[in-house]
């Protein structure tokens, strides 16, 4: 927080002023110089001290790796050309959602998710509340914010869901919210799961976070998209679901 100059007037016997040129951030202020001939002088305003940077953290930036099947594909083949996907055990477990209760039986232009990559990662402000002399600086970075754009993949709908999110007082990390999607869709937002309890109940899990009817009715944030496939959409209602009933996605680890 800046730290205003304290100026002290006192009496002095004899007062000349002048001007001195002070440079801050390429800006010259004028600023008064006074000088007494008195013991008790009153000292030359001082220009505020530099606002402290505020602290950071490092976001990852990762981006999905997909392969899309052809006829005559297996699991195994998959597996054979995307070596980091850990084999056709876990390509099959991390496609579940996709691949459904057979995983012999791939469909011609089936979209897998057979690994991730990360690319630059973003580093982004975590201070709350913004100082008196930064105040002007963050209005217009809140009005920047409301044309923020965001890249149409699993980084960006992430990214826009903790806006919203935060907006909404919902809590969640990145992390937290990546962790849940890669396990139960794969990243996948049209994922839909046909073969459990909620399929046979008539409401299927749907979306990256795999959501039923219901609950993304009940926990839907207003001001995203009432169509449960939309991504961003799927996450907020998800995690402001996670929120009421485990404190925050970042607190589950399994079916939820």
């Known amino acids: 927080m800046p730290v205003r100059g304290k100026h002290r007037r006192t009496k002095t016997n004899v007062i000349t002023r002048g001007m001195i ?13 006074v000088s007494a001939t008195g013991a008790n002088a009153a000292t030359p305003a001082q220009a505020p001290q530099a606002a402290k940077a505020a602290p950071t953290a490092v976001v990852p930036n990762v981006q999905l790796v997909t392969y899309k099947v052809v006829k005559g594909d297996t699991l195994s083949k998959v597996a054979q050309k995307y070596p980091k996907s850990g084999g056709w055990k876990k390509l099959y477990a991390a496609n579940r959602a996709v691949i459904g209760d057979n995983p012999s039986v791939l469909r011609p232009g089936l979209k897998l998710t057979v690994g991730t990559k990360t690319l630059k990662s973003t580093t982004v402000s975590t201070t709350a509340k913004a100082t008196p002399a930064v105040a002007k600086s963050k209005a217009t970075t809140a009005t920047q ?7 149409d993949n699993l980084d960006g709908w992430i990214k826009e869901s903790l806006d919203v999110m935060a ?29 459990d309890s909620n399929a046979a109940a008539g409401i299927p899990s749907k979306g990256l976070l795999q959501v039923i009817d219901p609950t993304f009715r009940a926990y839907h944030v207003p001001g995203t998209s009432t169509n449960i496939y ?16 485990y404190g925050s996605i970042d607190n589950v680890n399994g079916a939820y």
């Open 230 to 245: 939309d991504p961003v959409a799927n996450i907020t209602a998800a995690c402001n679901y996670a929120a009421d009933k």
């Open 167 to 195: 907006k909404a007082g919902i809590p969640g990390s990145y992390n937290g919210i990546h962790r849940n999607v890669m396990r139960e869709s794969s990243g996948n937002p049209n994922a839909i799961n046909n073969w």
């Open 145 to 151: 914010a409301s044309a923020k754009s965001y890249a």
């Open 21 to 33: 040129v002070a440079g801050t951030g390429g800006i010259a202020l004028a600023l008064p110089l």
